[in-house]
């Protein structure tokens, strides 16, 4: 079976990111990722809506009014 260990090769020393794999002798086949650290997407809105959102209401109550509940 296959398995995949996270690891750092730095100045040609490996440092593992996870536990180190129990084998004493392997092959292994290393795939370079272009970046050491994840990227964290972030979201960002159109301009063209900045600035138009409104707040309809309590945050915290609901917009509709209980008694409309059952049309919806």
Do not use: C, F, H
């Not at 079976?1 to 990111?17: C, D, P």
């Not at 370079?32 to 972030?42: A, F, G, N, Q, Y």
Request: proline letters at 6%.
């Amino acid at each position: 079976m296959l398995k995949s260990y996270e690891a750092i090769i730095e100045n040609g020393q490996v440092q593992w990111l996870t536990d180190a794999p129990k084998v004493s002798k392997a092959r292994v086949i290393v795939t370079i990722l272009s970046d050491t650290e994840p990227k964290v997407l972030r979201r960002t809105p159109p301009a063209s809506i900045a600035g138009k959102g409104r707040t309809l209401g309590d945050l915290v109550t609901s917009v509709v009014e209980e008694q409309d509940w059952k049309l919806l």
